[in-house]
């Protein structure tokens, strides 16, 4: 079961991870690695959500409780035909430097992979999670459905990074939502960076305990003919909770993307928002929709959107150091891009790094 | 013979003309200091030499070192031996001042003198994000060392800048043009820099030209005692 062959592997190194470090593998609906390692021993579990409910009763108080089975069509396939997905439990007081890995691909042509995760991180907890969406090259027309929720008990501190590597065939459809208590503390990341036919996907946040605080960072490379429509709300509901939202997107040739953001202020509470976009090609699109909704007086909330080209005058600022138009363009898609405050393993910085690299040995229109 | 020579030169920005007819004379291994009101020209024209595009040239020459670089690139005009510090540096995110640092030294060694700039603890920040204007002054001008030009444009180094760092950065600046045998063209307003470096000729632009010349402290007294205006109604205007 610990065996992985070439083609997992290749696919695997798309979303960054590789087998030595993987903590969970889900191939379709059959598990093809479940592994606690030195690192995880004794303080946290990692399984499949199907034994999980078995094996764990209490964890059915936390399923289906962010997510109601019958909110959308999704949300009843996923109760009808579940096919799998991961239940971590970080147990209290845990630090956890390594980060869990999990994996869910797709291999077979047509296939619907509908999924169930379940995250617990008990009071006084650290832990970071990477988990990577995929599908294999040869796949043709999938589709996945992957539903969430996080549930972070007093104090505890998760970092959660998605990371999305699909094809032009892939129809994408993420439910996540996360429940923060009391002074606890949740990052939340979203990498995308290869081609898509279709993304759809809001993941909504409850700061529900006092001082409790989230931020929620998404890095998009819309490439050619994609179509993304991400976002992220933070329900801003305990006493001083904070919420921060910030969004980079890099749209190229008839790329679509839509960013969303929503800070609901419902306490006193803080809450910013960041959406900037650089525009590569002609027929590409931006939309950024920031929201704000402040509904009690000791809200603060704020936004700052920008959209455009590469800025001209940095680009002359630099050649005025000596770099030629299109390394001065590739240095400034790589800054805006840094993938570096998101806190990723080393392999998944400089893939972000070799690729805006790569999208400028194409010719970049004005 | 001279380092940089402009001859009748003429730059658009948007249709608008700021550079009209102009010429100018910079001699090796002199510091020159170029005075004149807001709105004169006095950037555009540093602008105009580094090569920026926005800046079109629709007549005229420059000439550097024996060599025309009146249609170069600014990484070309670079290369040839010109640099320029901006007096508004964009900000970068992302893209650390370390980076540019070790863009700016061709990969040479750049700790040392980098501290000397107090900015050993701003390797790691994002280009000029959030810098007070005497760190984003500091960070220009050993920019502007580290590439180690034959000609230096200084677009107001001492504006927005306390009186240690002005004396610091006058210091250095005087240094490198004497121990190179380079020379500079610097922009001030109040003259404050002038007090830590050696310049001899000034003069002063209106209207996108160059109206008189002559002794830096004599136009600068001038200057503070009549205001530009002096200039505007002085016999001595270069007529062209």
Same mark, same amino acid.
């Given at each position: 079961?610990?065996?992985?062959?070439?083609?997992?592997?290749?696919?695997?190194?798309?979303?960054?991870?590789?087998?030595?470090?993987?903590?969970?593998?889900?191939?379709? *609906?059959?598990?093809?690695?479940?592994?606690?390692?030195?690192?995880?021993?004794?303080?946290?579990?990692?399984?499949?959500?199907?034994?999980?409910?078995?094996?764990?009763?209490?964890?059915?108080?936390?399923?289906?409780?962010?997510?109601?089975?019958? *909110?959308?069509?999704?949300?009843?396939?996923?109760?009808?035909?579940?096919?799998?997905?991961?239940?971590?439990?970080?147990?209290?007081?845990?630090?956890?430097?390594?980060?869990?890995?999990?994996?869910?691909?797709?291999?077979?042509?047509?296939?619907?992979?509908?999924?169930?995760?379940?995250?617990?991180?008990?009071?006084?907890?650290?832990?970071?999670?990477?988990?990577?969406?995929?599908?294999?090259?040869?796949?043709?027309?999938?589709?996945?459905?992957?539903?969430?929720?996080?549930? @972070?008990?007093?104090?505890?501190?998760?970092?959660?990074?998605?990371?999305?590597?699909?094809?032009?065939?892939?129809?994408?459809?993420?439910?996540?939502?996360?429940?923060?208590?009391?002074?606890?503390?949740?990052?939340?990341?979203?990498?995308?960076?290869?081609?898509?036919?279709?993304?759809?996907?809001?993941?909504?946040?409850?700061?529900?305990?006092?001082?409790?605080?989230?931020?929620?960072?998404?890095?998009?490379?819309?490439?050619?003919?994609?179509?993304?429509?991400?976002?992220?709300?933070?329900?801003?509901?305990?006493?001083?909770?904070?919420?921060?939202?910030?969004?980079?997107?890099?749209?190229?040739?008839?790329?679509?993307?839509?960013?969303?953001?929503?800070?609901?202020?419902?306490?006193?509470?803080?809450?910013?928002?960041?959406?900037?976009?650089?525009?590569?090609?002609?027929?590409?699109?931006?939309?950024?929709?920031?929201?704000?909704?402040?509904?009690?007086?000791?809200?603060? @909330?704020?936004?700052?959107?920008?959209?455009?080209?590469?800025?001209?005058?940095?680009?002359?600022?630099?050649?005025?150091?000596?770099?030629?138009?299109?390394?001065?363009?590739?240095?400034?898609?790589?800054?805006?891009?840094?993938?570096?405050?998101?806190?990723?393993?080393?392999?998944?910085?400089?893939?972000?790094?070799?690729?805006?690299?790569?999208?400028?040995?194409?010719?970049?229109?004005? | 013979?001279?380092?940089?020579?402009?001859?009748?030169?003429?730059?658009?920005?948007?249709?608008?003309?700021?550079?009209?007819?102009?010429?100018?004379?910079?001699?090796?291994?002199?510091?020159?200091?170029?005075?004149?009101?807001?709105?004169?020209?006095?950037?555009?024209?540093?602008?105009?030499?580094?090569?920026?595009?926005?800046?079109?040239?629709?007549?005229?020459?420059?000439?550097?070192?024996?060599?025309?670089?009146?249609?170069?690139?600014?990484?070309?005009?670079?290369?040839?031996?010109?640099?320029?510090?901006?007096?508004?540096?964009?900000?970068?995110?992302?893209?650390?001042?370390?980076?540019?640092?070790?863009?700016?030294?061709?990969?040479?060694?750049?700790?040392?003198?980098?501290?000397?700039?107090?900015?050993?603890?701003?390797?790691?920040?994002?280009?000029?994000?959030?810098?007070?204007?005497?760190?984003?002054?500091?960070?220009?001008?050993?920019?502007?060392?580290?590439?180690?030009?034959?000609?230096?444009?200084?677009?107001?180094?001492?504006?927005?800048?306390?009186?240690?760092?002005?004396?610091?950065?006058?210091?250095?600046?005087?240094?490198?043009?004497?121990?190179?045998?380079?020379?500079?063209?610097?922009?001030?307003?109040?003259?404050?820099?002038?007090?830590?470096?050696?310049?001899?000729?000034?003069?002063?632009?209106?209207?996108?030209?160059?109206?008189?010349?002559?002794?830096?402290?004599?136009?600068?007294?001038?200057?503070?005692?009549?205001?530009?205006?002096?200039?505007?109604?002085?016999?001595?205007?270069?007529?062209?």
């Amino acid at each position: 079961m610990q065996e992985c062959d070439k083609r997992i592997e290749n696919t695997l190194n798309k979303v960054g991870i590789s087998e030595k470090n993987s903590n969970y593998i889900l191939e379709n *609906e059959k598990v093809i690695l479940n592994l606690i390692n030195e690192a995880l021993k004794n303080k946290a579990i990692i399984m499949d959500i199907r034994e999980a409910l078995k094996k764990y009763s209490w964890i059915k108080k936390y399923f289906w409780k962010l997510i109601k089975k019958n *909110e959308s069509n999704l949300t009843k396939k996923v109760y009808e035909n579940l096919n799998g997905g991961y239940f971590i439990w970080i147990k209290k007081n845990a630090k956890i430097s390594f980060p869990i890995n999990s994996c869910l691909l797709i291999s077979s042509d047509n296939y619907e992979q509908k999924v169930h995760n379940l995250i617990i991180a008990e009071e006084g907890s650290e832990a970071k999670i990477i988990t990577g969406c995929s599908e294999h090259d040869y796949v043709n027309n999938v589709k996945h459905i992957g539903l969430t929720e996080i549930f @972070l008990e007093k104090n505890a501190k998760l970092n959660f990074t998605m990371i999305h590597s699909w094809k032009e065939d892939a129809i994408v459809r993420p439910i996540t939502r996360i429940e923060l208590k009391e002074n606890s503390e949740f990052v939340n990341n979203y990498v995308c960076l290869e081609k898509v036919k279709d993304i759809k996907m809001n993941p909504i946040i409850y700061c529900k305990g006092k001082n409790s605080r989230s931020i929620s960072n998404s890095i998009i490379f819309a490439k050619e003919k994609s179509n993304i429509d991400v976002g992220t709300t933070i329900e801003l509901l305990g006493l001083n909770s904070r919420g921060e939202i910030n969004s980079r997107v890099i749209g190229s040739k008839d790329s679509k993307t839509i960013v969303r953001g929503r800070l609901n202020g419902k306490n006193k509470s803080k809450g910013h928002m960041e959406c900037h976009g650089i525009i590569l090609h002609k027929n590409t699109s931006i939309h950024a929709i920031p929201e704000l909704d402040a509904q009690n007086n000791k809200a603060e @909330l704020s936004h700052e959107a920008s959209l455009g080209k590469i800025n001209q005058k940095e680009i002359n600022y630099l050649m005025t150091r000596g770099l030629n138009e299109k390394e001065a363009k590739s240095l400034i898609i790589r800054g805006f891009i840094n993938p570096e405050f998101l806190k990723l393993p080393i392999n998944i910085e400089k893939k972000l790094i070799q690729i805006s690299q790569n999208t400028l040995t194409k010719k970049l229109t004005k | 013979m001279s380092l940089l020579k402009i001859n009748n030169l003429s730059v658009k920005v948007n249709e608008k003309k700021i550079i009209n007819d102009l010429n100018l004379k910079i001699n090796p291994n002199e510091i020159t200091v170029l005075f004149g009101p807001n709105g004169s020209g006095k950037t555009s024209l540093l602008k105009s030499i580094i090569g920026l595009p926005n800046y079109k040239k629709i007549s005229g020459k420059i000439i550097f070192n024996n060599k025309e670089i009146t249609n170069k690139k600014p990484n070309e005009i670079q290369k040839e031996g010109i640099a320029l510090a901006f007096q508004n540096p964009p900000e970068i995110k992302g893209v650390k001042l370390k980076e540019i640092l070790k863009i700016c030294s061709e990969k040479k060694e750049f700790q040392e003198v980098a501290k000397e700039f107090k900015l050993n603890n701003f390797l790691e920040r994002d280009l000029n994000l959030n810098f007070s204007g005497g760190e984003k002054k500091r960070a220009e001008i050993l920019q502007l060392l580290l590439m180690k030009p034959k000609l230096l444009l200084i677009d107001e180094p001492d504006s927005g800048v306390d009186v240690e760092s002005m004396r610091f950065l006058g210091k250095k600046i005087n240094e490198y043009v004497k121990e190179n045998k380079t020379s500079a063209i610097i922009i001030t307003h109040q003259g404050e820099i002038l007090k830590y470096l050696k310049a001899r000729k000034g003069f002063v632009m209106l209207n996108g030209r160059i109206i008189c010349h002559g002794n830096v402290k004599k136009i600068l007294k001038d200057i503070k005692k009549k205001g530009y205006e002096g200039c505007v109604n002085c016999k001595n205007v270069i007529k062209e």
